[in-house]
């Protein structure tokens, strides 16, 4: 049997790019995320939306600190720097199709690649402002004055993330097709096909174990100390 996160036989030839616990972790923030929007409205699932909400900034601030001392794949400095570059390309661009007399010679393969790069580096980026707000709503921060700005803030970057990641979903499916690969197959089980060296050495799969703990853990936590559960029926 072939584990999502572990793959004990994979198709020859093939090579390793996503390690486990970076695959984890961006499953487990568009979990989170989901939830969170769908329960933004009313008291029943308030705290389930709050639960949920600290859950996401936890798995980002996890996923920066991995990105900063994990292996050279799932480093934040390589996304950022195509997140640069993409702002570059589009100048260059731009400059190349506004040329009347001279055939633009745009390398859109190259645009392709910087897209996604970028798209990742402002989901990760929103999550702060959205989680900060939330918070200061959720303990009443300010008092009434500030309550509404606090709720229309929250909601400006909420609804801003929600368009980033379906901007992400819809291009990741547009790409699949222009490249006729699935796009979204190497961050659910890790590999791609190809001869080439595994770009992940490691799996870790013990890191991504532990990280579904955690998340278990404080989800199970947050639970067992209120008083009425997350959902709150009556």
Known sequence: MKSIFLTFSRPSPSRRVKDAPTRITHWLMAICFFVAYITS??????LLHVTMGYTLFGLVVFRLI??????????????????????????????QLSRVTTP?????HQGRLMLTPALTVLILA???????????????????????????????????????????????????????????????HGVMPGAGPDVA?????????????????YITWEWSVSPHGLIRLL
Not at 76 to 95: E, H, N, P, S, Y
Not at 104 to 108: C, D, G, H, K, L
């Open 41 to 46: 409205e009313g008291e029943t699932f308030r």
């Open 66 to 95: 991995y990105g900063i001392v994990g292996p050279r794949q799932a480093r934040i400095a390589a996304l950022w720097r195509k997140a640069i570059g993409l702002k570059q390309w589009c100048v260059l661009a731009w400059t």
């Open 104 to 108: 633009a010679t745009i390398q859109w």
């Open 126 to 188: 929103l999550t702060a402002p959205i989680t900060l707000s939330g918070y200061l709503t959720f303990n009443a921060f300010g008092g009434d004055l500030a309550e509404d700005f606090l709720i229309s803030v929250h909601e400006l970057f909420g609804n801003a993330l929600l368009f980033t990641v379906l901007t992400h979903l819809g291009w990741l499916v547009l790409s699949s097709l222009i490249t006729r690969h699935n796009e979204v197959a190497p961050m659910w």
């Open 201 to 217: 050495k490691h799996n870790h799969l013990w890191l991504a174990i532990a990280v579904v703990l955690g998340v278990v853990g």
